[in-house]
């Protein structure tokens, strides 16, 4: 699996993922089902970092985990 590291979003930045997701959009759920498209958010208060892994092609595996330095939980900087 990729993975992508922010140190810096802010407030007014987006992560727009939709292009990426099979379906034209992610899922959250809260373990892979091999249906593609799917999300899984959590949020490591002792590291203080969001991530948000990402199975794009139905493997029931990640394929991309985007790694965010601060608590981005809410999701509002994420276009899913």
Sequence with gaps: ??????????????????????????TLVDQFSAQGSEAILSYDGAEDVTVLTLDIDGGADADLTLFVAGDHSDLSNFEL
């Design 1 to 26: 699996a990729n993975s992508v590291h922010l140190f810096d979003l802010e407030e007014h930045d987006t992560v727009d993922l939709r292009a990426v997701a099979y379906a034209g959009h992610f």
